[in-house]
């Protein structure tokens, strides 16, 4: 393309023959007349070269020039200047001027000036572009003589080598030598590139911090005109992060077979035809082969029995397609032709994203066959072993619950006793009455015979009526005869009394089969627990009984009348420990709902701790001193409730104080147990 010239003269001949001349040289002009408007079209136009007046209105050439060094335009610029304006042309030199020339301006000298300073701005502009090349170059680049001493370096191996670019000019590259690299290893390298040619390897240097990198180098000589060597040229990449990563890989390979080693299993790895690269030492030592006869080549094929090659040849393909499979079981094949059970598992080796073969591992499970079979043997057997143990719990359960009701019998025995001697005694003293009452009546009676029989002889019976009558009231015989019909009915009261008594401690003894279900009414098994229990709480606590009319239910009364048993002595003996004078209160409640009937009993004791409560109900566990309770009331009632009749047994401690159990038993069970 043309060059452009801007022409800046305020004599409008001397600017119209200027602008001749350009463009008879073949060059565009642009034109202007002072220096305003040359600073304006040097602002809004393209101009690869200035021709500039040193004198000129407004501002002058110097100006102008000092208005280019500011704004860092690098524009050539050609000084006209008269003979009188020397010093100026001088001075417009030092400040960046290219040339002068002194007016008038011939065509001859005009155009060799013009072409060397355009020549010169494309020399500067390749200088730049490849001063800012090798700046910016991301590898390293050193320019030395023949000799080795450094004539240039980049900001990167700068940055790289930590020294900086004037402490690097005119030294010799020894400046980095590691010392790592043999004498010999540089006497090779010189007498490579002294003969003309590239050298390339690694080279290992030290920083100036004395920390080593490693660099791969190309040094290439540069020739003159003449075909000498004037100059070498190193260009070098930094690999230390490369060889420190290949010093890891090595490391992680190195670990990887250490570890293989190690393990107690076979590993192995094969390509993608199933050729076997590797095998650990148990790997070896399990099949017989040996390292020559994987060198010589061995399909991993060959390592299964040929029943199970088809097979194992597909698990090898799905692998390696990524399609998932299930079949790890396998019979082996020795080198010696012995067979052995294994599972064998694999991997997939990827590289890039792609499989480049299989990693497995291999498991003999000959020990495991031999447990298996034994497993097997002991288990025809432990099914019944594990039935008759069951039968033998629940045996020892029943046993339990048993001792647990007896041991509560045993306990109530005394009161029991005393329950009924009161109505015993009583019936006694009646009796005693009634004795002495039937002598009496009888001598009343042989005194009416003998008045009847004197009567019958018609004698004189006015002195024996008279004696009838003195009896009578000796005995006081009307209210011997109104007494008579009120101590009966207390007897038969007291009769009543011992029959209920009886009656509830035969309907709390008697024993139903441990899974035999019958219809039972749960508010009378209350009330012959209460009868049974009365001693417990008659002298510690009053019982209020809030009984709704509650359906049948089928149950095992033996055992829901224990947990009625435990749970009011548990109420008795905790008001009992509080130690006060007043009577405490235990409220028992029955109720039902569509599927549930509910027994509750509260007592206004002194509560249940949160610890306690989640304790309450474990085996052997009690709050009370020793000998004063075995731990098991609340557990079996539990068991009972909830594992026997499919119910409920919850317990709650107000903050207020107290305690209430509840039970909850579900009314649609069958008589076998079932849910309806």
Not at 13 to 33: D, E, P
Not at 406 to 412: C, P, R, T, V
Not at 567 to 574: E, F, R
């Amino acid at each position: 393309m043309k060059a452009t010239i801007l022409v800046a003269d305020d004599s409008p001949f001397i600017c119209h023959m200027t602008t001749m001349i350009v463009r008879n040289l073949g060059y565009q002009a642009i034109t202007v007349s002072d220096g305003n408007a040359c600073i304006d079209a040097i602002n809004s136009k393209h101009a690869d070269l200035l021709l500039l007046d040193i004198n000129m209105p407004n501002k002058d050439g110097i100006e102008v020039l000092a208005y280019l060094r500011n704004h860092a335009i690098t524009m050539p610029t050609i000084i006209f200047s008269g003979s009188s304006d020397l010093e100026k042309a001088v001075e417009a030199l030092k400040m960046g001027a290219y040339d002068y020339l002194l007016k008038p301006v011939t065509p001859g000298r005009l155009e060799v000036t013009i072409k060397n300073a355009l020549k010169e701005r494309d020399l500067r502009e390749q200088v730049r572009v490849f001063s800012a090349a090798m700046a910016q170059n991301p590898l390293s680049v050193l320019i030395t003589d023949t000799q080795g001493h450094v004539e240039y370096s980049n900001p990167v191996f700068s940055r790289l080598s930590g020294f900086d670019e004037k402490e690097l000019l005119g030294k010799k590259l020894n400046l980095i030598s590691s010392g790592e690299h043999p004498p010999g290893f540089y006497r090779e390298l010189w007498k490579t590139i002294k003969s003309g040619r590239v050298w390339e390897g690694e080279l290992v240097n030290r920083k100036k911090s004395g920390e080593l990198f490693y660099e791969y180098t190309t040094i290439s000589p540069i020739t003159d005109q003449m075909g000498n060597i004037s100059h070498y040229l190193a260009i070098k990449q930094d690999i230390s992060l490369c060889k420190k990563q290949q010093e890891a890989l090595a490391e992680s390979d190195r670990r990887f077979q250490e570890l293989a080693e190690l393990l107690p299993q076979p590993i192995f790895e094969c390509d993608t035809k199933g050729m076997i690269t590797y095998n650990n030492r148990l790997g070896y030592e399990l099949f017989g082969y040996t390292k020559e006869d994987i060198g010589q080549g061995l399909s991993s094929i060959m390592l299964f029995v040929p029943e199970d090659r088809a097979r194992a040849l597909q698990s090898l393909e799905k692998r390696l397609k990524g399609i998932p499979y299930v079949s790890h079981e396998y019979t082996g094949l020795k080198k010696d032709g012995s067979k052995f059970p294994m599972l064998v598992y694999t991997a997939s080796i990827e590289r890039d994203g792609k499989p480049v073969g299989i990693r497995g591992i291999v498991l003999d499970i000959t020990e495991r066959r031999v447990i298996e079979q034994n497993l097997r043997q002991l288990n025809q057997t432990l099914e019944q072993r594990i039935e008759n143990r069951t039968r033998e719990l629940e045996t020892t359960h029943q046993q339990m619950i048993l001792q647990e009701k007896l041991a509560s019998i045993g306990q109530l025995s005394a009161g029991l006793a005393h329950e009924l001697n009161n109505p015993i005694n009583f019936l006694r003293l009646n009796f005693s009455t009634l004795e002495e009452d039937v002598k009496d009546l009888q001598t009343l009676l042989e005194s009416y015979r003998g008045f009847i029989m004197k009567l019958e002889d018609g004698a004189d019976v006015q002195d024996e009526l008279v004696n009838v009558r003195s009896r009578e009231k000796e005995m006081s015989i009307d209210d011997l005869l109104e007494d008579l019909p009120d101590i009966f009915s207390e007897s038969t009261n007291g009769f009543d009394r011992i029959r209920n008594i009886i009656e509830s401690m035969r309907n709390f003894s008697y024993r139903h089969a441990e899974k035999e279900l019958v219809l039972f009414d749960i508010n009378k098994g209350v009330r012959d627990t209460l009868v049974i229990a009365r001693n417990e709480y008659r002298y510690v606590a009053d019982v209020e009984e809030h009984f709704q009319e509650v359906p049948l239910l089928y149950c095992n009364p033996e055992q829901i009348n224990q947990v009625f048993l435990n749970l009011i002595v548990n109420s008795a003996h905790a008001i009992a420990s509080m130690q006060q004078d007043e009577k405490g209160r235990i409220v028992i409640r029955t109720w039902s709902d569509r599927d549930h009937v509910f027994f509750s009993i509260e007592d206004n004791g002194p509560g249940i701790s949160p610890e306690v409560v989640r304790r309450v109900f474990e085996p052997f566990f009690t709050t009370k001193k020793p000998g004063h309770g075995t731990g098991l009331g609340l557990s079996i009632s539990y068991d009972i409730v909830v594992h026997k009749h499919n119910g409920q047994l919850d317990v709650y401690s107000p903050s207020t104080g107290g305690t209430v159990f509840t039970v909850s038993l579900p009314r649609n069970r069958s008589i076998n147990g079932e849910s309806n």
